[in-house]
């Protein structure tokens, strides 16, 4: 079993920055952030390979978000940065051990955090 705590969500303003924080409880070969805003759904945000650190993300937020990891701590980032309204969702950290795992890709992901709410306002 994996536990994941998220930390970091609030409420930001337009163009703004946030960064949330996932720890993990141990190891996992991958994690990654999704988010689903109300009546949408669950959508990959960011993904990153916990050995060799790739990373990839969704089109929506390339050149905004970045994807980071601390192993020492089990712990991903996501530095959200130049925030827009449509950012606003409920993220959630994820963490899976599946070979040939496709990033952004939910049903890959077997340990999800309890969520974090990310509200951008103009």
């Known amino acids: 079993q994996v536990q994941l705590v998220e930390s970091g969500g609030g409420s930001v303003q337009v163009g703004g920055s946030l960064r949330l924080a996932c720890a993990a409880s141990r190891f996992t070969y991958y994690m990654g952030w999704f988010r689903q805003a109300p009546g949408k759904k669950r959508e990959g945000v960011a993904h990153i390979d916990s050995s060799r650190h790739t990373t990839w993300y969704a089109d929506s937020v390339k050149g905004r978000f970045t994807i980071s990891q601390d192993n020492a701590k089990n712990t991903v980032y996501l530095q959200m940065n130049d925030v827009q309204p449509e950012d606003t969702a409920l993220y959630y950290c994820?963490?899976?051990?599946?070979?040939?795992?496709?990033?952004?890709?939910?049903?890959?992901?077997?340990?999800w955090g309890q969520g974090t709410q990310v509200t951008v306002s103009s």
């Open positions: 994820a963490a899976g051990f599946r070979n040939g795992a496709a990033p952004g890709r939910a049903d890959d992901y077997t340990y």
